[in-house]
């Protein structure tokens, strides 16, 4: 995968009544009264050979995207990866599996495997396929600026799978909903450790590659408290 340049509120009012409503109905209720996913979103905490930072995942507002993230991350896919791809001024570039391998000329192309994961904010299934890829979600206008986390891909809609990119600059360029080619969803930012993400972009590199390997030790999530639960009771209140 080379990455390129390139509620409404409803609101319902009962009417008075003193009968309790059928059991059907009483399920739908139940449903319909949903148990919130728990105020916050999750946080990532990504150790590194270079250091720590942290990061908040927007579950609010790209919710597949984040699941996606969070479902590989809690899964260790990331751990033991490499750097592939840094540019002073510009981002740091992460999630090819083939980067396990720092030096493998493969790094950069490829995704995770074809599956499924649960959208942590619907409780639906979401699927990953044609080489792990997930749909696109482009509904947050959030810009690609610095401290930001943007998903990489080939170019083509729908090519998004593990990889993504930090960034440390202005890179509005990338913004989905701008006029450009590139059409990057962010999907968080970092919280702490921003001089970490700055010093990743400066090392010596060859060819983007740096020189020497920075390796991703483990990323960890939290806050998820709720969030995992599923998300809908039947009218006795059992698990559907």
């Known amino acids: 995968m080379t990455w390129q340049y390139k509620r409404e509120e409803s609101t319902f009012r009962p009417r008075s009544s003193t009968r309790a409503p059928p059991a059907a109905m009483q399920a739908t209720l139940i449903i319909a009264a949903t148990v919130a996913v728990a105020a916050g979103n999750p946080t990532a905490k990504f150790e590194t050979s270079m250091g720590t930072f942290t990061a908040e995942i927007y579950l609010d507002r790209v919710p597949r995207t984040a699941s996606n993230f969070v479902d590989l991350a809690k899964r260790g896919f990331y751990d033991g990866l490499h750097f592939h791809r840094v540019i002073d001024g510009f981002m740091d570039q992460f999630g090819c ?7 493998s000329g493969r790094a950069g192309t490829g995704g995770p495997p074809d599956g ?3 959208n942590l904010a619907t ?18 206008r959030d810009s690609n600026v610095p401290g930001s986390l ?6 083509q809609p729908n090519s998004g799978g593990s990889q993504f990119f930090l960034n440390v600059a202005n890179n509005a360029f990338l913004d989905w909903f701008s006029p450009g080619q590139s059409k990057h969803p962010v999907f968080g930012k970092i919280s702490s450790g921003m001089d970490v993400v700055t010093a990743i ?15 991703m030790k483990s990323i960890t999530i939290s806050g998820l408290a709720g969030k995992e639960k599923k998300l809908f009771k039947g009218a006795k209140g059992e698990e559907l």
């Open 97 to 103: 599996p083939y980067s396990k391998d720092p030096t």
């Open 201 to 215: 972009s400066k090392v010596q590199t060859q060819s983007d590659r740096p020189i020497t390997p920075i390796q």
């Open 150 to 155: 943007s998903m990489a891909n080939t170019g």
């Open 116 to 118: 499924t994961f649960v």
């Open 123 to 140: 409780g639906e299934t979401e699927q990953r396929s044609n080489g792990g890829n997930i749909l696109d979600e482009n509904i947050s």
